[in-house]
Antibody
């Protein structure tokens, strides 16, 4: 079971961006995919999650309206997207899943992270 | 949102000695319908993604040494390392998953 994320991105304020998280080694539609932000030198922030089976999603109020989550089941890939980046969107973004019912929804599998830099 | 508060934020330790990290939540994390406490612990080693250490208060994740233990109840929780090893350095986070949005503590940096 693994999650492999897309590579680092350098963007300008106002640009759009979509980063990806590809799941493998498991039934992709079995587990919600969660996204977590880590700003430079800071802690972890839960952004939201998406159910790959039907694309139902939950967002943290802190990120609602700023980002959107989506999936493409055909290629077992989840996406985190911005329509207009801000400098404050800089950070490392992780995707994660909880791969066993016994875990509740604790995240036992994490992607390697995607660094997003936004600078003019 | 449920606020998670960790202490200390920095923890210097000596290899072979025990270590303890506290986490407090702004409301009880005990879910009445399943009787479980929805509190997890993660470790983020330098330059790495977070990894799950403890789930549901006290259950060690797969492959986690028994030097690590989680305890507590209600709103007060503790992660204990019985004998610290050099490989344990990193930032430890508690996280509540009783409600959305999930929230993390600020992190405790364990340093040798």
């Amino acid at each position: 079971v693994q999650l492999v994320q897309s590579g680092a991105e350098v963007k300008k304020p106002g640009e759009s961006l979509r980063i990806s998280c590809k799941g493998s080694g498991y039934g992709f539609t079995s587990y919600w995919i969660t996204w977590v932000r880590q700003m430079p030198g800071k802690g972890l922030e839960w952004m939201g999650r998406i159910d790959p089976s039907d694309s139902h999603s939950n967002y943290s109020p802190s990120f609602q309206g700023r980002v959107s989550l989506s999936v493409d089941k055909s290629i077992t890939t989840a996406y985190l997207q911005w329509s207009s980046l801000k400098a404050s969107d800089i950070g490392m973004y992780y995707c994660a899943i909880s791969s066993g019912w016994y875990l509740g929804s604790a995240y036992d599998v994490w992607g390697q992270g995607t660094m997003v830099i936004v600078s003019s | 949102d449920i606020v998670m508060t960790q202490t200390p934020l920095s923890l210097p330790v000596t290899p072979g000695e025990p270590a303890s990290i506290s986490c407090r939540s702004s409301q009880s994390l005990l879910k009445s319908d399943d009787g479980k406490t929805h509190l997890d612990w993660y470790l983020q080693k330098p330059g790495q993604s977070p990894q799950l250490l403890i789930y549901s208060l006290s259950h060690r994740a797969f492959g986690v040494p028994d030097r690590f233990s989680g305890s507590g109840s209600g709103t007060d929780f503790t992660l204990k390392i019985s004998r610290v090893e050099t490989d344990d350095v990193g930032i430890y986070y508690c996280m509540q998953r009783l409600e959305f949005p999930r929230t993390f503590g600020q992190g405790t940096k364990l340093e040798i």
